[in-house]
């Protein structure tokens, strides 16, 4: 699917200097990017900066001059899915707010139909002045998602409100506002799931279906946690395909540097096992046909979390941390919340004995399916690389996978689980 496309505009005040790392992050993240700068704007860091770290021209200007084309005002409004305003000043807030449209962001602004998102950066008191709280408010109604702005060192040299978020609190929102836009792009998607014969099915169109990915982070300390190596590739790639296919998808996801696919019904983010449990239990309340259980919960959790960073001083030479048991979300939460049509596939990833011990996993926690994985194999690993995997029903093995991409497995797997419920009647 096609990379989500991010119009990053930026207007004049001195947290442009925060734009550059921001546009570098938005593309990290996958996310292509082009930038529309004010007038003002370039005063305080020149078009050519954000030319060389995104590799499009810079709109400047509503009349073909410098980097821009006469109508850039129009192709970059027609090109963007997501228009975010870093930092954005009173006085755009204003004009967009008022429908003005006098310079080449305020225009693109006027001209762009999708969601924007706007990160507020100004003086402490015209932050807090009625018009702008005011103009802040219309644009909310109007659907505007709107993110800080902090509080701390300003320009002017007080300590207050006013303060432009932070790149990565940005790039955060900006990950969640993705998953909602729509599916389609500007590429042609691949092909949806298939049987095992290669025949196109449409299985899984309109199915509900939830997909838990990433690890969890179990809290020592407010800076120290337990986790695993899990980076959520696989549950993002099954997230991806399960909406290429028509489906409706909620994906469950602990702490992920990865993208959020586009198109997903619901995403909702977790950090720790209970969060994580508690999400689950909500998604499958609400209704659910299949639950693909990809996410690497952590086993075990620190008794207590501490509300103050532990000293290594206070610790001594040796540190004992006492662990408990997490909640075994298949095993005690799926169960409560189970219906008699759910189909639930889980995830094993063991490093000796794979088939065997995927196989009484599935017996003991009552799978309709399981995905086993040994990451340390050759042609397997953590994160985006390639992976291999094997498929086990009630009956035995049914597939077994060679080394490649997790996002064609995750293909793979969804066509065969659809093979594998038509064959044997259960729609």
């Known amino acids: 699917m096609s990379s989500p496309r991010v119009l990053l505009m930026i207007t004049g005040g001195i947290a442009v200097y925060k734009a550059c790392f921001l546009a570098r992050l938005l ?80 225009t693109l602004l006027l001209a762009h139909p999708g969601p924007v998102l706007w990160a507020p950066a100004m003086n402490d008191n015209m932050w807090r002045h009625p018009a702008t709280q005011a103009n802040l408010d219309l644009l909310r109604k109007r659907g505007a998602a709107v993110v800080g702005p902090g509080e701390g060192w300003l320009a002017c040299g007080t300590v207050s409100a006013g303060r ?49 990915a990433g690890p969890t982070h179990e809290a020592i300390d407010p800076v120290r946690y337990v986790a695993n190596r899990s980076s959520g590739a696989m549950g993002y790639a099954l997230a991806a395909a399960a909406v290429e296919a028509g489906a409706q998808v909620t994906l469950i996801s602990g702490p992920s540097a990865l993208m959020p696919p586009r198109g997903l019904t619901g995403l909702v983010e977790t950090v720790s096992g209970r969060d994580m449990a508690d999400a689950v239990a909500a998604a499958l309340a609400e209704g659910a046909d299949w639950l693909l259980m990809a996410a690497a919960v952590a086993d075990f959790v620190p008794a207590t979390s501490e509300e103050s960073k532990l000293k290594k001083e206070q610790l001594g030479d040796r540190w004992q941390l006492e662990l408990v048991r997490n909640p075994d979300i298949l095993a005690e939460i799926v169960p409560m919340h189970r219906t008699v ?22 017996r003991a926690k009552n799978l309709d399916y399981i995905v086993a994985n040994d990451p340390t194999a050759p042609g397997a690993g953590f994160g985006p690389g390639d992976h291999r ?13 060679d080394s490649r991409p997790k996002p064609e497995l995750a293909r793979e797997i969804l066509g065969r689980l659809a093979d594998e419920t038509l064959s044997g009647g259960q729609v």
């Open 341 to 362: 049509d759910l189909k639930v596939v889980g995830f094993a990833l063991e490093t000796d004995s794979l088939l065997e011990r995927a196989a009484a996993k599935m």
């Open 164 to 212: 432009m978020s932070e790149p990565e609190e940005i790039l955060a929102a900006v990950l969640k506002m993705v998953s909602g836009l729509p599916a389609s792009g500007d590429v042609e998607s691949p092909p949806a799931p298939s049987a095992v014969g290669g025949t196109p099915t449409d299985f899984w169109t309109g199915r509900r279906v939830v997909i838990t």
């Open 389 to 401: 995997v094997t498929l086990l029903g009630r009956g035995g093995e049914l597939w077994s996978s």
């Open 27 to 106: 593309q990290q993240a996958g996310l292509s990017v082009k930038v529309a700068m004010t007038e003002a704007a370039q005063q305080f860091v020149n078009p050519m900066t954000f030319k060389v770290l995104t590799g499009h021209p810079v709109a400047t200007d509503l009349w073909g001059d410098g980097q821009s084309e006469a109508l850039d005002h129009i192709e970059y409004a027609r090109w963007a899915d997501l228009v975010v305003v870093a930092p954005a000043t009173a006085n755009t807030l204003a004009k967009a707010a008022n429908g003005i449209a006098d310079n080449i962001v305020s």
